[in-house]
């Protein structure tokens, strides 16, 4: 089994730290975008909207399985919950990608504040996934399609790999469920592989996901009886889903067992959209966000000369 090693998994901390980081200044900072002074009522937007709860699982998904196909250029990811759309362009941003088709996201100091102030404002970016995003066809809004996307996406390319990540809400989709058994479908000579991860984390908007309240040994034994082997990813740390995407495995399917809402404030079904509602007026979520935003320690993540 090969394994990787240290310092590439504390690089892998990092990124998901600032993409968590970014995640959460996107939802509520219009200003002083780094905490470089303590941060004051003004600097928060007006109208908070958009989707904490899954931001840390999409960032946690997408470093690991990026990293672990870095040298596959015919790889691709594929995300179900584009409610999530925070955590999936601070990924954008970071990479770069973002500002190959928008020379204001440029990876510095002016490109997070553009990022963060353009979120959910008028003129500016959406709070879904859209089609002015990078790399989006298929503008969702309505949950179920990531794996039939997947599926569609690999058709007749065999030199691909697709992996899709999939709501624990929305694996109750009629859709979704359906599409566990595209893969009968697919000859694997003439089309390409896709990797399915399961995002448990526990809830559906504000109610416990019907798959959450499944033991493990259920769930397990249903995705087996779909025709794949389950693989649990238990927590966010980079070492563990390193070692088990290393694990030679036969057609796998991955849930990554996270909380909702993780690293930041309220950790369950209260974390879905905005966690902490009111910054702009109540002084103690005020400092409550100071301190969640803190930390993620984002001082430490930045280039000195870009963090003059
Ligand atoms: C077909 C459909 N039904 C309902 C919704 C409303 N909705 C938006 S997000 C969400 C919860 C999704 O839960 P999950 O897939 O587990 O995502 P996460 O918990 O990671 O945010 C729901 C039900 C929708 N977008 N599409």
């Known amino acids: 089994m090969q394994s990787v090693g240290a310092l590439e998994i504390e690089r892998l901390r990092r990124r998901i730290r600032a993409c968590d980081y970014l995640s959460v200044a996107q939802l509520y900072l219009k200003d002083n975008f780094l905490l470089t002074r303590p941060l004051s009522k003004d600097d928060i937007k007006p109208r908070l909207l958009g989707h904490w709860g899954t ?10 399985m990026k990293y672990h196909f870095r040298n596959n250029p015919n790889f691709s990811f ?31 100091m002016a490109g997070i504040e553009y990022i963060c102030r353009s979120f959910s404002w008028p003129d500016g970016f959406p709070s879904h996934a859209s089609p002015f995003t990078p790399g989006i ?19 007749g390319h065999p030199e691909k790999i ?42 559906k908007i504000s109610a416990p996901s019907i798959y959450a309240r499944k033991s493990e040994r259920e769930l397990n034994e249903m995705i087996r009886g779909f ?10 740390d980079p070492e563990t889903f390193q070692e088990l995407l290393n694990e ?7 849930i990554l067992h996270t909380v909702k809402g993780a690293t ?32 993620y320690r984002m001082g430490e993540l930045i280039k000195p000369k870009e963090n003059a």
């Open 162 to 203: 697709i992996t899709v990540l999939i709501g624990d809400g929305e694996l109750e989709t009629a859709t979704a469920i359906d599409s566990l058994n595209l893969h009968n479908l697919l000859d694997a000579d003439k089309n390409g592989r896709v990797i399915p991860i399961l995002h448990l984390n526990g809830y």
């Open 55 to 64: 931001c840390h699982g999409i960032n946690v998904a997408y470093a690991n």
């Open 264 to 295: 930041g404030p309220n950790r369950h079904h209260e974390a879905h959209q905005i966690p902490l509602k009111n910054p702009k007026t109540d002084d103690n979520e005020l400092h409550e966000l100071e301190a969640w935003l803190k930390s």
């Open 78 to 108: 594929v995300l179900g919950p584009g409610h999530g759309f925070p955590a999936l362009q601070a990924n954008l941003f970071l990479d770069g990608e973002l500002a190959k088709v928008d020379e204001k996201a440029s990876v510095n």
């Open 137 to 155: 066809i298929t503008e969702g809004g309505e949950l179920g399609y990531a794996l039939a996307n997947a599926y569609g996406v690999a058709l």
């Open 248 to 254: 030679k495995v036969k057609n796998p399917f991955y």
């Open 227 to 236: 025709g794949f082997t389950p693989v649990f990813i238990e927590g966010d």
